[in-house]
């Protein structure tokens, strides 16, 4: 009975399985290149909320007060037809969707914002569908150049499968991260909602990303701050411990907020090297 009111709750909705793995790129970028310098990453699972006026507001003071270099973000509505209201004039995106709005002709799905532009992106949506709505989950890749520098920074913002009892499907979303990971030289962040409610997929996903050498970043005593499920928590930012060093007392989790059930992540890196 309660799965088939979900069932009919979300058809009454108008949601519909996005199966294109094309991104859809927003080209405001106002740097080529990054620097040396230090950058910030915040990360949110902002619950399909951007077009409530309170989390435009809310947004908008993250952006003024800690002055994010790249910002993901999870379950991000985007309009084509519309601007983006998730930028400013110095920032481009990067955006796959994995579900299409029917009621406000919009999509839902993980979105990548930067200043830089990236010189390389691939889009995965996963085989393991959701039920009910019969949907993948999206995984979005950007690399962005560094100045001087052979090198790169990788970054992947993903949303982990979520309703299935087997783990194959979560296996198999992460094996597309680890093949990427792999083929790269350079600094690499994986970060987002993944959805690592048992510990059957959290084990999974800590042994699978100390074997690509990325560390998770720690966030202390506000980590009992983080979306969880069944004593997992569920959003995490990993990076790779010998291109990237988490500077000191960076680490927050942002409390307060409203317009999501999810907290802002936020961290700053410094290179090692």
């Not at 004039?89 to 955006?95: D, I, L, N, V, W």
């Amino acid at each position: 009975m309660v799965i088939a009111a979900a069932a009919f709750l979300l058809i009454s909705c108008g949601y519909v399985a996005v199966e294109s793995e094309q991104p859809i790129s927003g080209d405001g970028y106002h740097q080529q290149q990054l620097t040396r310098l230090p950058f910030r990453v915040l990360l949110w699972n902002i619950h399909k909320e951007n077009d409530n006026a309170l989390w435009q507001q809310e947004y908008l003071q993250l952006q003024q007060q800690l002055l994010p270099d790249f910002i993901l973000l999870q379950e991000l509505v985007y309009k084509p037809q519309t601007t983006a209201n998730f930028t400013d004039k110095h920032q481009g995106f990067e955006y796959l969707a994995n579900l299409y709005i029917t009621e406000s002709k919009s999509y839902s799905g993980v979105g990548s914002i930067a200043r830089v532009k990236p010189d390389y992106h691939r889009a995965h949506l996963t085989r393991a569908k959701e039920p009910i709505t019969n949907s993948a989950k999206p995984t979005l890749i950007t690399r962005y150049p560094i100045t001087d520098s052979e090198h790169s920074l990788l970054l992947i913002n993903l949303h982990g499968i979520n309703f299935q009892l087997s783990i194959d499907g979560y296996k198999q979303q992460l094996e597309v991260i680890a093949d990427e990971v792999k083929q790269h030289t350079g600094a690499v962040i994986v970060a987002g909602d993944f959805n690592s409610w048992s510990e059957q997929r959290s084990d999974y996903l800590v042994t699978l990303m100390a074997n690509m050498g990325l560390q998770a970043v720690d966030f202390g005593q506000q980590s009992s701050h983080i979306k969880s499920f069944l004593g997992q928590r569920l959003d995490h930012i990993y990076y790779s411990r010998e291109w990237l060093v988490v500077k000191a007392d960076s680490p927050r989790v942002i409390t307060g907020l409203q317009s999501s059930d999810h907290s802002p992540l936020y961290v700053t890196f410094e290179w090692r090297h």
